[in-house]
């Protein structure tokens, strides 16, 4: 027995997780209206699922961008990003000093199929502008810039590369550090701008998902390739997206309060050597921040006045936040970057990124009061 025409009602304010991989359409006057794109109705699983459509307005109106998509990872939004829009000795300029695994996949995978990517190192920015225009040539597509950068928090002067593109070349932004409250850059002339919402997006650590933002157009061709790749969100996935994204700024606004008063104790503190934080004048890129950022996030690194074992010593000793690798949860983060996420690499490799034995990436989480972090920090550093 079927009812083909099914009726229901839903006044419920949360929207439903539609757990389905299958739509029906009421004649076939219908699913031609459908195809020709007079009516919206979803037409097949890896195609459409109206849990994403909410969560996807979001990303779109935060970003100021006409459109967006949702992706199961950041890593699968930028995968699918790069491979709609480059092909076969195409070439792409990317900032050096990134998130490891889009080094990874620009330096292992890229490659492999006749894409050649350069890291551009963004710490010294003189020195970043220098190898941009020597590097800009005809056949590059795409500019790649995560802004700012893990775990250092180094920016790049997007406005400046933008002026000097082609147009036919792509600037893509992962800002999934600043996020849409700390950082617009379609402002700054992103064509495509890309968020780890694994991270502070959906903000409590339980779920992986990316999104991609930019013009109809864009999204449009990244769609349709991701309808063929199938890098695609589960229903539930998505709600808690949606419900993460509820409090975004809410979150935002303290863990920049609280990522700013942490940086302040952590520079004044005489075992600390550095402290990468944007706000503070002390971090190479200042100057940048005022120009692009509101706020500053809450993500601090440091670097001790100390060795590899006695860096380790200082993050065993910490008892507020968990070790490990991640950042925009609820529970604060630790971890010793040569140790944790830096470890394959060799010393060299390190070097060359600037990954000291001494750099520390502490990720604020919203449980704790900035004085019982701060406390905590203080019995830590004691120690050394
Ligand atoms: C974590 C992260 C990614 C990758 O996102 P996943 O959701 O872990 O796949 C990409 N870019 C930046 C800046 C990140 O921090």
Redesign the pocket.
Known sequence: MTNKKKTYYSNSLISPIYQTATYYFQDTAQIIKQHEQEIKLGRYGRYDNPSWLEVEEKVAALDKMENALIFP??????TTSLLTFLKQDDKLLYTGQ??R??RKLCMDILSKIGITAVPLYQSDTKQFEDQFKARYSEDVRLVFI?MP??PHLYLVDIAMIKEQLRDDTLLIV????STPINLQPIDFGADLI??????YMAGHGDI???TVSGSADLIEQIRNYRNVTGAIVDPNTAFFLNRGMKTLPLRMNHLNEVGLKLARYLEAHDKVRQVYYTALPSHPHHALAKKYLTDHGGVVSFELEAGEKETTQFVDALQIPFMGT??GLADSMIEQCAIFTYYQLTPQERAEIGITDSLVRYSIGYEDDVEDIIQDLEQALAIL
């Open positions: 990872s950041g890593m699968s939004a930028i990134t998130y695994n889009i995560e950068s893990n992962d800002s999934t550090l890309i968020h780890s919402a694994t991270k992986l998902a990316g991640n950042f």
